[in-house]
């Protein structure tokens, strides 16, 4: 049987009423609960600056990649990504996110509109999936030519 082995971030810690675990190493793999990007959402509302989707896209991808480290990989192990919105005009700003934090080697990803999340200042939500034994900077493209 695979040890599964709870991940510790202190930057994104597992909250002491939460009813799920933020993220798990199961072998090679890491799995990780859907993030946002609260507190800094409800802080930046607080003071009437709130953040936008680009900002709170870039907050989970720190978040995720905290969770990846902590786990004992880095950010090119991310290897799936769910993105959820509250508006799907959001999209283009997401897209410039990944871009920005990526930088050209993205995971493979699914975009899903949903009505609301957790908080109403919440535009993103994202989880996440990662292998420690691969990074996607090392990938190859495998083409079927007949």
Same mark, same amino acid.
């Given at each position: 049987?695979? &040890?599964?082995?709870?991940?510790? #971030?202190?930057? @994104?810690?597992?909250?002491?009423?939460?009813?799920?675990?933020?993220?798990?190493?199961?072998?090679?793999?890491?799995?990780?609960?859907?993030?946002?990007?609260?507190?800094?959402?409800? !802080?930046?509302?607080?003071?009437?600056?709130?953040?936008? #989707?680009?900002?709170?896209? &870039?907050?989970?991808?720190?978040?995720?990649?905290?969770?990846?480290?902590?786990?004992?990989?880095?950010?090119?192990?991310? @290897?799936?990504? @769910?993105?959820?919105?509250?508006?799907?005009?959001?999209?283009?700003?997401?897209?410039?996110?990944?871009?920005?934090?990526?930088?050209?080697?993205?995971?493979?990803?699914?975009?899903?509109?949903?009505?609301?999340?957790?908080?109403?200042?919440?535009?993103? !939500?994202?989880?996440?999936?990662?292998?420690?034994?691969?990074?996607?900077?090392?990938?190859?493209? &495998?083409?079927? !030519?007949?």
């Amino acid at each position: 049987m695979t &040890l599964a082995e709870k991940i510790a #971030a202190p930057s @994104v810690p597992d909250l002491p009423t939460a009813t799920w675990t933020n993220a798990w190493r199961i072998g090679h793999e890491v799995v990780m609960s859907g993030m946002t990007g609260h507190p800094a959402t409800r !802080e930046a509302a607080e003071r009437g600056a709130p953040l936008g #989707a680009y900002d709170q896209t &870039l907050v989970v991808l720190k978040k995720l990649e905290a969770l990846v480290s902590a786990a004992g990989g880095h950010k090119h192990n991310l @290897v799936k990504t @769910v993105v959820y919105l509250t508006d799907m005009a959001d999209k283009d700003e997401v897209g410039r996110a990944r871009r920005d934090f990526f930088g050209g080697v993205y995971p493979c990803a699914t975009l899903v509109a949903v009505q609301a999340l957790v908080f109403p200042e919440l535009r993103v !939500e994202i989880d996440a999936w990662a292998r420690l034994d691969v990074d996607l900077r090392q990938a190859q493209t &495998l083409t079927n !030519e007949s």
